[in-house]
Every structure is written in C-alpha cells, then in structure tokens.
C-alpha cells in the first residue's frame, strides 16, 4: 500500500460452474477464461454493495479498466468443477482499486491475481473513485443498507 490509498480487506465470494463452453479440447478451462470469470467476481462484488457498472458510468460518466493484472496458474479446472471466485479489496486509492482475487475449487486456489483496478472517464482519463463506493468498499463488508449517492455528473 502506498502512500494516500486507505485499506478495505473487503472479501466477497462468487460461485461459479465450469461448462463445456469455458473448455480446450482436452476439457480443461481455457486458461484466458480465467480472466472472464474474474472480471465476473470484480462485477459481483460492486453489484452486492449497490453499484452497477452501467449504473455508475450513466449517473457520473466513470467506467473501470484493468490497468495492471499479474496471474499464478496453480492448477487446472475441468468441465462440471464448482468454483468460488474471492474478491478482497486490498487497497483503495485515489483513482484506484488493488485487488486480490482467488479462483478455487474446493478451498485449494487453482489462479491467484493481482490485479489493478482504474477509474476512468469518459474521455479515458483517469478520475476519482465515487465517493459513495469508496465509503462502501471502506466499510470492511458492512454492506449499507442503500446505495449511497455515486458523485455528481462529470463532463
């Protein structure tokens, strides 16, 4: 954590089931899959704290871009496997989201990410974290009971 990022340790977790179509040939995941499905645990997450992508981008223009994604392919997944994909907030910045996200099965992590979250505007540029997600994300997993207000409209 760097200096002005504030921590969270916020976890959630997502179910997922592995189809035929998430498969190579040799019916293991597709290892850019992975990447899919921690895009989709990232988007849950937000969306249990009251915050839809699509929701944030029309009230204050922001939308999120992976800037930085490191990846530790441990094992592979198969067709039919039950995983979890965990999200924990790690740090938040200013413009920034660090997270740490695990993809298992069974409790044993099969990819580890790290990755780096940016809030971006309209015009690709870098902005500010919504206040009211920030304070949601701060809050440690006490969900509130509302949305809050995201931020005002920016150009």
Do not use: W
């Not at 916020?10 to 089931?17: G, I, K, N, S, V």
């Not at 009251?50 to 944030?56: L, V």
Request: with cysteine; charged share 25%; glycine share 8%.
């Amino acid at each position: 954590m760097t200096a002005g990022q504030e921590a969270s340790g916020l976890t959630h977790a997502m179910p997922l089931r592995v189809y035929y179509e998430d498969t190579d040939a040799a019916g293991i995941v597709y290892y850019a899959n992975y990447l899919k499905f921690a895009e989709r645990g990232r988007t849950e997450m937000m969306r249990s704290l009251g915050f839809e992508h699509s929701r944030i981008f029309e009230e204050t223009g922001i939308a999120f871009a992976v800037r930085r994604l490191s990846a530790d392919y441990r094992a592979a997944a198969r067709l039919d496997d039950a995983l979890t994909v965990e999200t924990t907030v790690e740090a938040i910045g200013a413009a920034t989201l660090s997270l740490d996200q695990q993809i298992r099965r069974d409790g044993d992590t099969l990819v580890a990410l790290d990755v780096l979250v940016a809030c971006v505007g309209r015009d690709g540029r870098p902005r500010r974290l919504p206040p009211g997600l920030r304070a949601a994300l701060a809050c440690q997993g006490h969900l509130p009971v509302s949305s809050p207000p995201i931020v005002q409209k920016t150009p």
